[in-house]
């Protein structure tokens, strides 16, 4: 039998039910694995294993008093999550010292589905502070690096859960995307992650919806496990800002392995941001993509950017009032990363006017949007600009203000689905002669992931089984 790791989320929930492993032993080898190799990748900022072990005994004890066909799906499988949520009664940091000591009081709706999937939580994964950049270095755990190259970035502002799935230390992993925060880290750590529609699943109770930028969503080794992991997180609350519409099929799973036709693709990879470049091996990938797209029968048709650079200062506008979220006493403000403090400092002082004429702005720049990009089945583009970069890269610099330059000139491409509230994916398609992975996006259209799941696993089928089995080192 393969390594445990070695297996899918579903091949683990499979061998639950016909008791050919047990909850115990996955959780026990996934514990082993974290304590042994963690240190290295910086996946963890709590790990729960007293927590996790109690729950795999519940699920052990389930299992042997009924039958295993009534288990929910995903029974026995550890699935993290990232320290932006709330799991009762376990730490919470929000990636800052700002919060050390706080310990969340409730769940949050999103975890609660998650358990009720039968999913294990190994522990709580680092995030940057207050999930504002695309890197994942605090003062409250260790950097997330890349398991490909430890010496660069696994990306953020899912940078732990990103890390954790690749390096073989859960199955797959919950995570969140406000800005790319899921596709980045995909893209520099080889997985695929899907950023749901605006509305897919609930931030209640604690959490505001606002501007509908940011969603939770699913990272995974392949295809079907973030289509069952989305399955179990889609959910909808009272008080909801968002509600998108449910999977025609019933289910997302229900999208593996469907023949999606010949499809529309549009393509582009020209940058919003002004001053960003894409890297050589950025647009190889590209390149790549687009002709294995059009050798699987589908037209791939090259478009303007939908969005153009008048949306930047706009949605940067966005960004630093919800730097100023999260309350910090005076007192504390010290605890704040500098480009945290830099953030907040130009959020208080944006007006309230400045800040609709901003989500305004952005509305109407994604109506028109829309009419060109729903005329097709889905959108291409680099998820990217760059391959993973160094640890330190994005604060090798003389001020917070040239860090946020670099995190925007870095991922000019995810965010603009984030405003539009559309389904995006990464696809980890390539790797660079090195043997860093760099990803591709595809875009498709509000309420969609059906389409963009169905062509995502002819992609996956077509160069093999986890995009050619590729693993790094330390697996």
Known sequence: MAHIHDLTALEQAAAVRTGELSPVEIVEHYLERIERLDSGVGAFVTVTAQRALDQAREQEARIAAGDAGDHPPLLGVPV?????????????????????????????SVVERLREAGTVMLGKTSTPEFGLPCYTETYVSEPARTPWDTGRSAGGSSGGA??????????????????????????????????????RISFAP????????????????NVADAAALLDAMAHHNPGDLYHAPPPALGSFSAYVGRDPGRLRIARFAEPAVPGAEVHPDVLAAYESASAALEALGHEVEEIAPPFGPDIVPEFVKLWFSFACIHPVSKELEPKLRPLTAWLRERGHALSAPEFLHAQSALQLATRFAMLV?????????????????????????DSPEETFERMKRFAPFAAIYNVSGQPAVNLPLHWTPGGLPVGVMLAGRYGDEGTLISLSSQVEASVGGFWGDRRPSMW
């Open 162 to 199: 990103a890390a954790a799935v690749a390096a073989g230390l859960a199955p797959v992993a919950h995570g969140s995307d406000g800005a790319g925060s899921i596709r980045i880290p995909a893209s520099v750590c080889g997985l695929y992650g899907i950023k749901p529609s605006r509305g």
């Open 373 to 397: 990009t729903d005329t097709y089945d889905a959108v291409l583009s680099p998820t990217v600009t760059q391959p993973p970069v160094p640890v330190g890269w994005f604060e090798d610099v």
């Open 206 to 221: 604690i959490v505001p919806d606002l501007a509908g930028l940011s969603t939770n969503g699913p990272l995974a080794r």
């Open 80 to 108: 993290p999550i990232k320290d932006l949520n709330f799991v009762k009664d376990v730490p919470l940091y929000f990636g800052s010292a700002t919060y050390e000591g706080f310990v969340s009081p409730v769940d949050d």
